[in-house]
C-alpha cells in the first residue's frame, strides 16, 4: 500500500518563476493538506482540499493556490516566487474533512530552493 | 488557538524508556490531543492521539493529566531510530480540520 506521494523531490527556481508541485494520497484518504517547513522550523500549515474545494486556510498570500482532482490528487502552485519561498513543501493526507479525531500521514515532502 | 509548550531537548539512553512532557493549559473540552515526530530528512510521522483516557499503540503510550492541562508520550524502550523532534499537537473543537499548529516541539537525543 503506497503512502502519499509527493513530485518533484527537489526542485530549483529563479526570483519570480512560478512552480506546481504535486501530491498523491494515500489509498482510500480524500483530504489533503498542504505545509511549508522552513530550515529548523516546524511545518506550517498552508491550505486543505476536501471534495474539490478549499476548505482551511492558512496564513499564506494568494500567491499560494491549489487545486484537487477527481482521483483525490493535489497540486499546490506558488506564483512570483520569492527568496523566501525556499523550503520544504509537505503534503498530507487523510480521510474526512477534519474533526480532530484523525490520524494524518505525511509525504516526504518537496524541496524548493529558490535562487 | 489552543497552545502546547513543550521542553526544547531532552536526552535518553538507548532501551531505557522516555516520558515527553506537554503543558496544554488552554485545553478546550473538544480538543484531541496528538503527537507526531519528525525523523531527520522525512516528513513528519503519526506517534498516537486521544481526547481524555490513556492509549496505548505499538509505538507509544499516551498518559493524559485528569484536568487535561497537561501530557506525557512515553516511549517504553528508546532506540536510536526515535531519535526525532517530537511535536504535542492539540485539534479539534475550534482547531477542526487539518490544520496542525506545529510549535517548536521537543528534539529528543538517544545515546547508545
Known amino acids: 500500500d503506497a503512502g502519499v506521494t509527493q513530485s518533484p523531490t527537489h526542485l530549483i527556481k529563479t526570483r519570480g518563476q512560478q512552480v506546481t508541485l504535486r501530491c498523491s494520497p494515500k489509498?482510500?484518504?480524500?483530504?489533503v493538506s498542504w505545509y511549508q517547513q522552513a530550515l529548523g522550523q516546524g511545518p506550517q500549515f498552508i491550505f486543505q482540499?476536501?471534495?474539490?474545494?478549499?476548505?482551511q486556510r492558512g496564513n499564506f498570500p494568494d500567491r499560494f493556490s491549489g487545486h484537487q482532482f477527481p482521483n483525490y490528487s493535489s497540486e499546490l502552485n506558488v506564483n512570483a516566487l520569492l527568496l523566501g519561498d525556499s523550503a520544504l513543501y509537505l503534503c498530507?493526507?487523510?480521510?474526512?474533512?477534519?474533526?480532530?479525531?484523525?490520524?494524518?500521514?505525511f509525504g516526504s515532502g518537496t524541496q524548493l530552493s529558490v535562487l | 488557538d489552543a497552545k502546547t509548550t513543550q521542553p526544547n531537548s531532552m536526552e535518553s539512553n538507548e532501551e531505557e524508556p522516555v516520558h515527553l512532557p506537554c503543558n496544554h493549559s488552554?485545553?478546550?473540552?473538544?480538543?484531541?490531543i496528538h503527537w507526531y515526530r519528525q525523523l531527520p530528512s522525512q516528513g513528519p510521522e503519526y506517534v498516537i492521539h486521544g481526547l481524555t483516557s490513556n492509549v496505548n499503540n505499538r509505538m507509544a503510550s499516551l498518559a493524559i493529566a485528569e484536568d487535561r492541562k497537561s501530557s506525557t508520550l512515553i516511549l517504553h524502550r528508546a532506540t536510536l531510530r526515535d531519535a526525532a523532534v517530537y511535536y504535542c499537537?492539540?485539534?479539534?473543537?475550534?482547531?477542526?480540520?487539518?490544520?496542525?499548529?506545529f510549535g517548536g516541539g521537543t528534539r529528543l537525543m538517544v545515546k547508545p
Open positions: 488552554t485545553i478546550s473540552g473538544t480538543d484531541y
Open positions: 489509498s482510500g484518504h480524500d483530504t
Open positions: 482540499y476536501y471534495e474539490e474545494e478549499e476548505r
Open positions: 498530507a493526507s487523510s480521510v474526512g474533512p477534519g474533526t480532530g479525531n484523525e490520524k494524518l500521514f
Open positions: 499537537i492539540l485539534r479539534g473543537g475550534r482547531n477542526a480540520g487539518n490544520m496542525l499548529t
